[in-house]
Nanobody
Framework: QVQLVESGGGLVQSGGSLRLSCAASGSIFRLSTMGWYRQAPGKQRELVARVTSGGSTNYGDSAKGRFTISRDNTKNMVYLQMNDLKPEDTAVYYC????????WGQGTQVTVSS
């Protein structure tokens, strides 16, 4: 069964930090590059960061220098540490493989107030 469960979102002031977590089922997680995506109101879903099974990372321009993606292969978990958050980071955040499968979790809402 495919499962992606995101958590850790919330309301934070500009400049604050949040750590998102994603629990992924083994069928998705194992040996896969995993990514964090986000979708702001009225905008398309975009890739924020990705991490390979070996730990190599890539970031979108908006995340570079502020966000850090990581994974724990023993727990089938993916994390996104977000620092220096800005109002434009407000979105629903999702995790999935990269490229993504058609299965999406419920996401976790991140709201950054100015």
């Amino acid at each position: 069964q495919v499962q992606l469960v995101e958590s850790g979102g919330g309301l934070v002031q500009s400049g604050g930090s949040l750590r998102l977590s994603c629990a992924a089922s083994g069928s998705i997680f194992r040996l896969s590059t995993m990514g964090w995506y986000r979708q702001a109101p009225g905008k398309q879903r975009e890739l924020v960061a990705r991490v390979t099974s070996g730990g190599s990372t890539n970031y979108g321009d908006s995340a570079k220098g502020r966000f850090t993606i990581s994974r724990d292969n023993t727990k089938n978990m993916v994390y996104l540490q977000m620092n220096d958050l800005k109002p434009e980071d407000t979105a629903v955040y999702y995790c999935n493989k990269n490229p993504p499968t058609r299965y999406w979790g419920q996401g976790t809402q991140v709201t950054v107030s100015s």
